[in-house]
Protein backbone atom coordinates (compact mmCIF):
# COMPACT_ATOMS: atom_id res chain seq x y z
CA UNK A 1 0.00 0.00 0.00
CA UNK A 2 1.41 3.55 -1.08
CA UNK A 3 2.07 6.07 1.43
CA UNK A 4 0.34 9.13 1.52
CA UNK A 5 2.16 12.33 0.71
CA UNK A 6 3.84 13.87 3.77
CA UNK A 7 1.59 17.01 2.98
CA UNK A 8 -1.44 14.89 3.43
CA UNK A 9 -0.14 14.08 7.27
CA UNK A 10 0.75 17.71 8.47
CA UNK A 11 -2.68 18.88 6.71
CA UNK A 12 -4.59 16.19 8.86
CA UNK A 13 -2.29 17.89 11.85
CA UNK A 14 -3.25 20.87 11.48
CA UNK A 15 -6.89 20.18 11.25
CA UNK A 16 -6.53 18.60 14.52
CA UNK A 17 -5.03 21.57 16.15
CA UNK A 18 -7.96 23.71 14.66
CA UNK A 19 -10.69 20.50 15.66
CA UNK A 20 -9.13 21.02 19.58
CA UNK A 21 -10.21 24.59 19.58
CA UNK A 22 -13.67 22.89 19.13
CA UNK A 23 -13.39 20.51 22.17
CA UNK A 24 -14.33 22.07 26.26
CA UNK A 25 -15.60 20.25 29.17
CA UNK A 26 -15.68 16.28 29.74
CA UNK A 27 -14.96 15.91 26.21
CA UNK A 28 -11.27 17.28 26.85
CA UNK A 29 -10.69 15.46 29.61
CA UNK A 30 -11.12 12.50 27.73
CA UNK A 31 -9.08 13.29 24.87
CA UNK A 32 -6.40 14.47 27.91
CA UNK A 33 -6.71 11.11 28.84
CA UNK A 34 -6.11 9.17 25.85
CA UNK A 35 -2.87 11.23 25.53
CA UNK A 36 -1.42 8.64 28.20
CA UNK A 37 -2.11 5.89 25.91
CA UNK A 38 -0.45 7.37 22.71
CA UNK A 39 3.17 5.76 23.42
CA UNK A 40 6.71 6.14 25.92
CA UNK A 41 8.15 7.73 22.75
CA UNK A 42 5.40 10.40 22.11
CA UNK A 43 4.77 11.26 25.98
CA UNK A 44 8.70 11.87 26.66
CA UNK A 45 8.68 14.35 24.12
CA UNK A 46 5.75 15.58 25.28
CA UNK A 47 6.90 16.04 28.59
CA UNK A 48 9.89 17.71 27.26
CA UNK A 49 8.00 19.96 25.40
CA UNK A 50 5.45 20.51 28.45
CA UNK A 51 8.55 21.52 30.48
CA UNK A 52 9.70 24.07 28.19
CA UNK A 53 6.19 25.61 28.45
CA UNK A 54 5.61 25.57 32.09
CA UNK A 55 5.78 29.25 32.21
CA UNK A 56 3.31 29.86 29.43
CA UNK A 57 0.86 27.32 31.21
CA UNK A 58 1.40 29.69 34.21
CA UNK A 59 0.92 33.21 32.87
CA UNK A 60 -1.73 31.71 30.80
CA UNK A 61 -3.91 30.84 33.93
CA UNK A 62 -2.78 33.72 35.70
CA UNK A 63 -4.68 36.21 32.52
CA UNK A 64 -7.74 33.86 32.41
CA UNK A 65 -8.23 33.53 36.38
CA UNK A 66 -7.96 36.93 37.28
CA UNK A 67 -8.44 38.67 33.59
CA UNK A 68 -12.00 36.93 32.88
CA UNK A 69 -15.07 39.15 34.22
CA UNK A 70 -17.19 37.09 36.76
CA UNK A 71 -18.56 35.60 39.84
CA UNK A 72 -15.24 35.98 42.78
CA UNK A 73 -14.72 32.48 44.00
CA UNK A 74 -15.18 33.81 47.61
CA UNK A 75 -16.70 37.40 48.98
CA UNK A 76 -15.06 40.36 50.17
CA UNK A 77 -11.59 39.08 48.33
CA UNK A 78 -11.72 41.62 46.08
CA UNK A 79 -9.34 42.29 43.06
CA UNK A 80 -7.03 39.43 44.56
CA UNK A 81 -9.69 36.72 44.17
CA UNK A 82 -9.96 34.78 40.91
CA UNK A 83 -13.32 34.26 39.01
CA UNK A 84 -15.15 31.20 38.61
CA UNK A 85 -15.74 32.44 35.01
CA UNK A 86 -12.00 32.69 34.96
CA UNK A 87 -11.18 29.73 36.29
CA UNK A 88 -12.86 27.57 33.85
CA UNK A 89 -11.87 29.60 30.85
CA UNK A 90 -8.02 28.85 32.12
CA UNK A 91 -8.61 25.09 32.85
CA UNK A 92 -10.00 24.71 29.22
CA UNK A 93 -7.31 26.83 27.47
CA UNK A 94 -4.49 25.28 28.72
CA UNK A 95 -6.30 22.07 28.09
CA UNK A 96 -6.19 22.90 24.45
CA UNK A 97 -3.04 23.72 25.04
CA UNK A 98 -1.48 20.54 26.05
CA UNK A 99 -3.59 19.24 23.41
CA UNK A 100 -1.70 20.79 20.94
CA UNK A 101 1.42 20.15 22.42
CA UNK A 102 0.75 16.53 22.39
CA UNK A 103 -0.23 16.77 18.61
CA UNK A 104 3.17 18.22 18.36
CA UNK A 105 5.00 15.76 20.42
CA UNK A 106 3.35 12.99 18.16
CA UNK A 107 3.64 14.54 14.65
CA UNK A 108 7.84 15.37 15.35
CA UNK A 109 7.72 11.89 17.03
CA UNK A 110 6.54 10.03 14.10
CA UNK A 111 7.46 11.98 10.76
CA UNK A 112 11.18 12.64 10.09
CA UNK A 113 12.36 16.19 9.73
CA UNK A 114 12.99 16.09 5.88
CA UNK A 115 9.40 14.03 5.25
CA UNK A 116 7.75 16.98 7.28
CA UNK A 117 9.79 19.60 5.55
CA UNK A 118 8.52 18.45 2.37
CA UNK A 119 5.23 18.43 3.40
CA UNK A 120 5.73 22.32 4.12
CA UNK A 121 7.01 23.09 0.95
CA UNK A 122 3.88 21.17 -0.34
CA UNK A 123 1.40 23.10 1.70
CA UNK A 124 3.06 26.13 0.76
CA UNK A 125 3.12 26.31 -2.77
CA UNK A 126 0.05 28.41 -3.54
CA UNK A 127 1.69 31.05 -1.42
CA UNK A 128 4.65 31.51 -4.13
CA UNK A 129 1.95 33.56 -6.20
CA UNK A 130 2.15 36.54 -3.38
CA UNK A 131 6.22 36.47 -3.56
CA UNK A 132 6.77 33.87 -1.01
CA UNK A 133 9.96 32.47 -1.45
CA UNK A 134 8.38 28.77 -0.14
CA UNK A 135 12.23 26.96 -0.34
CA UNK A 136 13.58 29.74 1.53
CA UNK A 137 11.20 29.46 4.03
CA UNK A 138 11.20 25.95 4.42
CA UNK A 139 15.18 26.37 5.12
CA UNK A 140 14.56 28.46 7.93
CA UNK A 141 11.91 26.18 9.41
CA UNK A 142 14.17 23.05 9.34
CA UNK A 143 17.12 25.57 10.70
CA UNK A 144 14.40 26.72 13.51
CA UNK A 145 13.82 22.95 14.27
CA UNK A 146 17.35 21.62 14.31
CA UNK A 147 17.62 24.68 16.61
CA UNK A 148 14.99 23.46 18.88
CA UNK A 149 16.13 19.88 19.16
CA UNK A 150 19.59 20.21 19.42
CA UNK A 151 19.36 23.13 22.10
CA UNK A 152 20.58 21.69 25.97
CA UNK A 153 18.49 21.22 28.58
CA UNK A 154 19.34 23.50 30.90
CA UNK A 155 17.98 27.00 32.36
CA UNK A 156 17.61 30.36 30.36
CA UNK A 157 20.77 31.74 31.64
CA UNK A 158 22.92 28.76 30.72
CA UNK A 159 21.51 29.24 27.61
CA UNK A 160 22.46 32.75 27.37
CA UNK A 161 25.91 32.01 28.38
CA UNK A 162 26.30 28.46 26.03
CA UNK A 163 29.53 28.31 23.76
CA UNK A 164 28.69 24.94 22.80
CA UNK A 165 26.40 25.64 20.66
CA UNK A 166 26.11 23.12 17.43
CA UNK A 167 26.43 24.36 13.71
CA UNK A 168 23.73 23.81 11.44
CA UNK A 169 23.88 21.65 8.82
CA UNK A 170 25.15 22.83 6.23
CA UNK A 171 22.96 21.39 3.18
CA UNK A 172 19.25 20.56 3.56
CA UNK A 173 18.06 17.78 1.68
CA UNK A 174 14.63 16.93 0.66
CA UNK A 175 12.61 14.33 -0.73
CA UNK A 176 10.27 15.51 -2.74
CA UNK A 177 7.37 12.87 -3.68
CA UNK A 178 5.09 13.22 -6.31
CA UNK A 179 0.74 14.63 -5.19
CA UNK A 180 -0.99 11.65 -6.56
CA UNK A 181 -5.32 11.63 -6.92
CA UNK A 182 -5.80 9.95 -3.88
CA UNK A 183 -3.52 12.34 -1.76
CA UNK A 184 -5.75 15.13 -2.64
CA UNK A 185 -9.08 12.66 -1.72
CA UNK A 186 -7.21 12.09 1.25
CA UNK A 187 -7.36 16.23 2.06
CA UNK A 188 -10.74 16.59 0.66
CA UNK A 189 -12.03 14.01 2.99
CA UNK A 190 -10.02 15.42 6.17
CA UNK A 191 -11.28 19.02 5.28
CA UNK A 192 -15.09 17.40 5.29
CA UNK A 193 -14.59 16.28 8.62
CA UNK A 194 -13.43 18.95 9.93
CA UNK A 195 -16.59 20.88 8.56
CA UNK A 196 -18.47 18.60 10.15
CA UNK A 197 -16.93 18.29 13.87
CA UNK A 198 -16.85 22.19 13.95
CA UNK A 199 -21.02 22.40 12.58
CA UNK A 200 -21.64 19.60 15.38
Known amino acids: ?55 LLFSLFVILAWGVAGDPLWENGGALVPTAEGI ?41 HIGLDVDRAVIRLSLALYYAEAAPAHDWKQLLMATDVPLAPGTVCLTLPDVRWHDRV ?4 AVALLFMVCMA
Open 186 to 189: AVML
Open 1 to 55: MRQLHPAHRLFCWLLAVVTIQCISGIGLLFVLSVVLLSGRAILLRFFRLLRRARW
Open 88 to 128: SEAFTQIGRLLLVLAAVAALLETTPIDSLMAGCRELLQPLR
